[in-house]
């Protein structure tokens, strides 16, 4: 599927390519838009098709493998690299035209779950479960290793499970995946020093299916989910809360499969699982339509506490000024009219974690300020 608009419509596109062990048994498991020609997928039975022209074509490309892939990943339209479920690494430096097996051993119980191609002969290799991670910076004939994602002397330590992480353009790394103890919680991991030290893994239990996808590190807000709640942080993968998406829907969901920023607004794919059962996608919508900037005044506000539990407190200095507090995805939550003394109080109980926005209808909608809903 493509679109031009940033999800609102949607327009049906190829591949359609048989297996190479017969029939029509092919899952694409990962795509990658490496820009707006280029666009790269790969799938079962070593299934990898390309676009040079923004997908008015697509080609059947060979890696000379049946194996099922994992994840493929350009750093431009010529260098690329992706692996196997086995361990096995392939990399390209023509766009596909030609994939070269890579003679490097790298033992993994669980596979390879991700790549990452950085440029000039550096790529990043992630073991499916705990790490670590494997890098090198002459094309293979070196590597180095992180350290494993969970400390193995901490008694939760074999609860642990990561499935993919998140590159960020400094040294930060982030892992996500599960955490097993008590059914399937999602489970987070960070490192600030590319891998050589993580940080203790945080279990998220507003992701009860596990951290199925996470946004990329292009700024301090991420978002990621499992199920249909997400998750946000704003402090680049340090602390997370719930979010205030709620996808009121009565498709019944049971994983995400996809989670990406389109156009600075969040773009998610959800499944029921069901087989013959389309997916669902959700679109964000921002806030900065609904401001009016022209007549935007500086308007001395006050709200607290912030973060805030049971209720926030807003003062600005007019009377009988309508105040709306809106979600990330531009819904009002709660409106109200400020008393004589400029003054008005908003009951939060029942609204989920997250960041919140707080407009004024004056002279047109003014943006006054954001709140965070959290512990």
């Not at 676009?51 to 892939?69: A, I, P, R, Y």
């Not at 030290?197 to 499992?226: C, F, Q, R, Y």
């Not at 829907?249 to 969040?266: D, E, F, K, M």
């Amino acid at each position: 599927m493509h679109t031009t608009d940033g999800g609102i419509t949607w327009d049906a596109q190829g591949p359609d390519y048989y297996s190479g062990t017969g029939g029509y048994n092919n899952l694409i498991t990962d795509i990658q838009q490496i820009d707006s020609l280029n666009v790269v997928g790969i799938g079962w039975h070593g299934l990898i098709f390309r676009t040079f022209n923004g997908g008015k074509n697509w080609e059947k490309q060979d890696c000379h493998t049946l194996k099922n892939l994992s994840q493929v990943h350009f750093s431009d339209p010529l260098v690329g690299i992706l692996v196997c479920y086995d361990s096995a690494i392939y990399t390209t430096t023509n766009g596909g035209k030609d994939w070269n097996a890579e003679p490097v051993s790298i033992f993994s119980s669980y596979g390879l779950s991700q790549c990452h191609s950085f440029g000039n002969g550096k790529f990043s290799v992630v073991a499916r479960g705990r790490g670590p991670i494997y890098t090198t910076s002459d094309n293979w004939k070196t590597v180095d290793s992180s350290s494993i994602f969970v400390d193995t002397s901490k008694d939760n330590f074999p609860w642990f499970y990561f499935t993919h992480c998140v590159f960020g353009g400094d040294d930060t790394i982030i892992a996500a995946g599960y955490y097993t103890l008590n059914g399937a919680d999602g489970a987070i991991v960070r490192s600030t020093d590319k891998g050589q030290h993580w940080e203790e893994p945080v279990v998220i239990k507003d992701a009860p299916s596990g951290i199925e996808a996470i946004t990329p590190m292009t700024g301090n807000t991420m978002l990621a989910t499992g199920n249909d709640h997400l998750i946000i942080s704003t402090d680049r993968g340090e602390s997370w809360n719930r979010d205030t998406i709620l996808l009121d829907t009565n498709y019944r969901i049971v994983y995400c499969t996809g989670l990406v920023w389109a156009r600075s607004q969040p773009l998610a794919i959800f499944s029921n699982g069901a087989i013959y059962t389309p997916n669902v996608i959700f679109r964000g919508t921002s806030l900065k339509s609904l401001v009016n900037k022209e007549n935007r005044e500086n308007i001395n506000v006050s709200i607290f506490p912030n973060p805030a539990t049971d209720a926030v407190h807003i003062i600005t200095p007019l009377q009988s000024l309508q105040i709306c507090l809106y979600d990330v995805l531009g819904r009002v939550v709660r409106r109200g009219i400020t008393d004589n003394d400029g003054r008005i109080n908003f009951d939060i109980r029942g609204l989920p974690f997250g960041i919140y926005t707080v407009l004024s209808e004056h002279q047109g909608m003014e943006m006054l300020g954001k709140f965070m809903i959290g512990r």
